[in-house]
């Protein structure tokens, strides 16, 4: 049964600081890896997603990166701001002919001025 | 492009009640979606899959009794928790698959916040 993590489950940081947040799952037979951002009281909204084929995925100061073997991907913000505090999701895909998507425990960021 | 919308936003209904809370796809059609369930400060649980014209595929420990899924166009998904409970108070979030894309991405809703009294 795949069982995905994320650590830490909580971070608070000043602004400015690069951050890493981890997502780790235990089956390494998957499709497909997600990052998400969902704010207090809100729907998700997709970040980046890295296909098992790929090492990476950078979209302006978010870079995600995929290590399958390992069962790991880390989701690395670049300068933060205090409009990044969210929740962070990470979700893996199994295979091709599932839409099943399996979340993970999430990272609820704070950065303050 | 892919905007899904939910509603109502939130709702507070009364023990013993129904509630219908409706998914759509505003700019793309989807013959699935997904029914997902989050409690405070916990990740997100997959429900049921809604096919379009057919049966919803549950996941094990949701009763479908409880929770009606119903999935009349390709832009529609409703749910309908039956017989409403304190314990079925909680986010629920659904999500729908964009045919275009091939990736298989599936886009969410804003979700919709039940309180049952």
């Known amino acids: 049964k795949q069982e995905v993590t994320q650590i830490p489950a909580a971070l608070s940081v000043p602004e400015g600081e690069n951050l890493v947040l981890n997502c780790s799952f235990t089956?390494?037979?998957?499709?497909?890896l997600q990052w998400f951002r969902q704010d207090p009281g809100k729907g998700l909204t997709s970040l980046l997603l890295i296909q098992s084929s790929q090492r990476e995925q950078t979209s302006g100061r978010l870079n995600a990166s995929l290590d399958k073997s390992s069962g790991r991907s880390t989701l690395y913000i670049a300068a933060s701001q205090p409009g990044d505090s969210a929740t962070y999701l990470c979700a893996v895909r199994r295979s091709y002919n599932t839409d099943k998507l399996i979340f993970g425990t999430g990272t609820r960021l704070q950065v303050f001025p | 492009g892919a905007v899904v919308s939910q509603h109502p936003s939130w709702v507070i209904c009364k023990s013993g009640t129904s509630v219908k809370i409706e998914c759509r796809s505003l700019?793309?059609?989807?013959?699935?979606m997904f029914w997902y369930r989050q409690f405070p400060k916990q990740s997100l649980m997959l429900m049921a899959t809604?096919?379009?014209?057919?049966?919803?595929?549950?996941e094990q420990g949701v009763e479908k009794d409880k929770f009606l899924i119903n999935h009349a166009s390709l832009t529609l998904s409703t749910l309908t928790v039956t017989s409403a409970h304190p314990e079925d108070s909680s986010f629920y979030i659904c999500?729908?698959?964009?045919?275009?894309?091939?990736?298989?991405?599936?886009?969410f809703g804003p979700g919709t916040r039940l309180t049952v009294t």
């Open positions: 700019d793309f059609q989807a013959t699935t």
């Open positions: 809604s096919n379009e014209g057919s049966k919803a595929t549950y």
């Open positions: 089956d390494s037979a998957i499709y497909n």
């Open positions: 999500s729908a698959r964009d045919l275009r894309q091939e990736t298989y991405e599936q886009y």
